[in-house]
């Protein structure tokens, strides 16, 4: 069993466990609604996961070493704001990419 073998047998056994956990969800409770015991803890799987992936590309963002930009800090926290202020997500992200493409050319001029 080469290399390339090996590969594609992790590769297949994660799709399978992937496939399997989504299942568990999806397919046991499809028709049936769920124990309280079980909703209440996924309501802030979605608030708990997003600054978790968020935070280090703006705090130790790779594109500049590891070091801590003020554009991303200004563009987070700008984001943070209008997405607070308005209560609306698309809103909080076009504001945000506006302050992380933007604020580069006004602070050059």
């Known amino acids: 069993m080469g290399p390339d073998t090996q590969l594609w047998v992790v590769i297949a056994a994660l799709a399978v466990g992937s496939y399997a956990l989504r299942f568990s969800f999806i397919g046991f409770y499809a028709n049936r609604d769920m124990p ?17 992936l968020v935070a280090p590309l703006v705090l130790w963002p790779e594109a500049t070493g590891g070091e801590t930009d003020p554009v991303r800090l200004s563009a987070a926290v700008a984001t ?9 997500v698309i809103v909080a992200m076009l504001t945000g990419a506006a302050f992380l493409y933007g604020l580069p050319f006004v602070l050059s001029y």
Not at 36 to 52: D, E, N
Not at 80 to 88: D, E, K, L, Q, R
């Open 36 to 52: 309280l015991w079980l909703l209440r803890p996924l309501r802030y799987a979605g608030v708990a996961i997003i600054p978790g």
């Open 80 to 88: 943070f704001v209008s997405g607070y202020v308005t209560g609306n």
